[in-house]
């Protein structure tokens, strides 16, 4: 959560499918700045953002260290997301936090108030080399991937009509020319996953404390996808495998006397073992020479055997 030590008692917070999303320190910029507009404290974080995955904004507030008692206010947390403005969450002392989860819509249609929520979506890269397509996406992408949450302290006058922010669309996957991404590691930009029915929203006309000329603090939230992350520095990247050391051969000079004679003894019956096989083979052939049949005598026999006398009487009666 980011942590605001120029106002204690504040911590934002960006939830990614209910968990607290693990934050990330900028390690080429300090972990705050100045508005040089309104001189208040500016917080950036990095995040991971993963694919079709829900987010909402928390803003808590720790009513003993937030100081409630300088002037009468209530908290107001004024969302902006890839450079849209999508509305404000109001705290008042004991409300404890917000979760800001999505843009209120009213359709005409179904006279039904509906939340839809933000997810994070992988930017869809397409080849288009024409030039006024490069440069209008390059305008666009300056503020992609960024969530900016402005803290002013506001006085409520009177409860007023919601205004239905953004229209009933199931989802807004941004394409962009692959010329306008060049040098960029913005991976996802924000868009709207499931139409939710909810009550009307309690709206209310408030206008700034009179001492302030601005924001009191803002953080900001870059989302990016993990590799994107390992690719600007912001997590250290996946170490490549250490090559394997080299085998050095084996000496005798390296080893014990009970290695050199388990050595020799295994060589030796390595020895044992090819002279018994020798042997064996010799006595097999001999063998063989020995048991050699003369295959005509053989025939001879055979036909002699099978040949048998037939007499005949050459007398007559």
Same mark, same amino acid.
Request: net charge negative; proline share 4%.
């Given at each position: ?250 000496? &005798? %000079?390296?080893?014990?006397? !009970? $290695?050199?004679? @388990?050595? /020799?003894?295994? *060589?030796?019956?390595? +020895? ?20 050699? &049949? %003369?295959?005509?005598?053989? !025939? $001879?026999?055979? @036909?002699? /055997?099978?040949? *048998?006398?037939?007499? +005949? ?5």
């Amino acid at each position: 959560m980011a942590v605001i030590d120029q106002v204690p008692g504040i911590e934002v917070t960006i939830q990614v499918d209910g968990e607290n999303a693990t934050e990330y320190v900028d390690p080429h910029a300090p972990d705050s700045d100045l508005d040089a507009n309104h001189e208040c404290p500016i917080i950036t974080k990095y995040i991971e953002s993963i694919d079709d995955t829900k987010f909402s904004v928390k803003v808590a507030i720790d009513d003993d260290a937030y100081a409630w008692d300088d002037i009468e206010h209530c908290l107001s947390s004024s969302i902006v997301i890839d450079g849209n403005y999508v509305g404000d969450g109001l705290i008042e002392m004991g409300q404890k936090e917000v979760i800001f989860k999505g843009n209120g819509i009213y359709s005409k249609q179904f006279q039904q108030w509906y939340r839809m929520e933000f997810k994070f979506s992988a930017i869809s890269i397409v080849e288009d080399r024409n030039a006024a397509r490069v440069k209008k996406d390059k305008e666009t992408m300056k503020n992609i991937g960024l969530i900016e949450i402005s803290l002013n302290r506001r006085v409520k006058e009177k409860q007023c009509k919601a205004i239905s922010i953004g229209s009933l669309i199931d989802s807004n996957i941004l394409e962009v020319a692959e010329k306008a991404l060049k040098g960029k590691a913005v991976s996802h930009s924000a868009s709207f996953c499931k139409v939710k029915a909810i009550q009307r929203p309690t709206a209310w006309r408030i206008h700034r404390v009179s001492v302030d000329n601005g924001p009191i603090a803002t953080v900001r939230f870059m989302y990016r996808s993990r590799e994107s992350l390992k690719q600007e520095l912001i997590i250290p990247r996946s170490p490549s495998p250490s090559p394997a050391a080299p085998t050095m051969p084996r000496s &005798v %000079d390296n080893m014990t006397g !009970a $290695e050199i004679w @388990r050595l /020799a003894q295994e *060589r030796l019956d390595q +020895i044992n073992w090819a002279e018994e096989v020798k042997s064996h083979n010799k006595s097999a052939m001999k063998r063989q020479v020995n048991e050699v &049949v %003369d295959v005509d005598e053989e !025939a $001879e026999k055979a @036909r002699k /055997a099978k040949r *048998r006398a037939v007499n +005949i009487d050459l007398t007559d009666d």
